[in-house]
């Protein structure tokens, strides 16, 4: 079965550094997604940024970047010149990469990280 | 819609009332999702479906947990005889087929659910 962990419930930086989020996952499968998914207080879950398992590449969206380590089994989020609206929870979240003829593509997620960006 | 959308946004309850979740996935989306929230907690699943058919039941917690889904639109996902430990919110989101190519899912605002 798949897991994935985060290991910090929360953290707190001052507006405009950056700050890492780690998750690190564990699964036997070759192929997968990996996903951040913010949630502000709204509860709106978020997509922020999805790395597929085969793209060397780390993904990047605007100020989110991320370090996909695949031997490591690591995904961790940098977020880069954080602003006051990146306050929220983040989740880490894996997902086997779907097989054509049978569909199985349940997300299973971290238990979050807690952001506070401070003024 | 422009979004997956879910009705109520807030629901308190009695203990051993029935509820219904309704939820609205984004159009053109088959595949439709339930999770549970529970406070301080990360998302745990709990059915999904592609068109009308549910292959997946195993995260319903117990019989009392229900869902449908008609018209491979809107779903509703009915508690029964709630009990305080229901209290969480409830997540809907949906994706594209396989066909479609994504397999993001996207998510609604929730359902608050509090069993007095």
């Known amino acids: 079965a798949q897991t994935v962990t985060q290991s910090q419930p929360e953290m707190s930086v001052q507006e405009a550094e950056t700050v890492t989020l780690s998750c690190t996952y564990d699964t036997s499968e070759n192929n997968y997604y990996l996903f951040w998914y913010k949630q502000p207080p709204s509860r709106q879950m978020i997509l922020v940024i999805r790395q597929e398992a085969y793209k060397q590449q780390n993904a990047t969206e605007n100020r989110f970047s991320v370090n996909f380590q695949k031997a490591a089994k690591s995904f961790s989020l940098k977020i880069s010149d954080s602003q006051l609206g990146d306050t929220a929870m983040y989740f880490c979240a894996f997902m086997k990469k779907l097989v054509l003829a049978r569909r199985d593509d349940k997300i299973i997620f971290g238990k979050g990280t807690r952001l506070h960006i401070l003024p | 819609g422009a979004g997956v959308s879910q009705s109520p946004s807030n629901k308190v309850t009695e203990k051993g009332k029935d509820v219904e979740l309704r939820c609205d996935p984004i159009?053109?989306?088959?595949?439709l999702y339930w999770y549970r929230q529970s406070l301080g907690q990360g998302l745990e699943f709990l059915i999904y479906?592609?068109?009308?058919?549910?292959p997946d039941k195993s995260g319903l917690p117990s019989d009392r947990f229900s869902a449908e889904r008609t018209g491979g639109s809107v779903s509703t996902l009915t508690i029964q005889r709630t009990q305080q430990e229901d209290s969480a919110v409830y997540l809907c989101?949906?994706?594209?087929?396989w066909g479609g190519g994504t397999d993001t899912q996207y998510f609604g605002p929730g359902t608050r659910l509090t069993v007095l």
């Open positions: 989101a949906s994706s594209k087929s």
């Open positions: 159009s053109g989306h088959t595949a």
């Open positions: 479906f592609q068109g009308n058919s549910a």
